[in-house]
């Protein structure tokens, strides 16, 4: 693994104790039953989509880190496969949080646009990722 992964993949590992804070302030929220959460059917939806998203993307963050260098990618492709996911693993969450931050709203903010913005940066780096990895040397099976 080259130094420029090994850098993403401890800035995400480092990251996932704050997915597991949400999931554990989630289940306060729920238990605790808070005014402005379990009243708040958008607000519950919205804030158990970020932290799902949030925990997933970090997973295939690194899953996908394994493979970038394993590919010819270079310049803006190889930055874009190497750090796509991990902007979307920040910004989609972000967006689900921060769009429903008032306990009385009954409809998104438009800070909504950055679950688009990072689903943008999910599918450019899943598909640069892959086209990489296809047109590498190595892409085709050895024969035994």
Known sequence: MTRESRLV???????????????????????????GYLDNPVRQDLWRAGHAHAGVLLVLALVALRYVDETRLTGPWLWL?????????????????????DPAATE????????????????????????????????VPRRA
Do not use: E, Y
Not at 81 to 99: E, Q, Y
Not at 108 to 134: E, R, W
């Open 9 to 35: 993949a401890g800035v995400i590992l480092v990251l996932v104790p704050a997915v597991a804070f949400g999931g554990a302030s989630l289940l306060a929220m729920i238990l605790g039953r808070t005014a």
């Open 81 to 101: 496969a190497r750090t796509g996911v991990p902007i979307a693993a920040i910004l989609m969450p972000a967006g689900f949080f921060l769009s429903i931050l």
């Open 108 to 139: 998104p903010n438009p800070l909504i646009v950055l679950v688009a913005i990072g689903g943008l940066f999910l599918i450019g780096a899943v598909v640069t990722l892959g086209i990489g990895l296809l047109r590498s040397p190595d892409a």
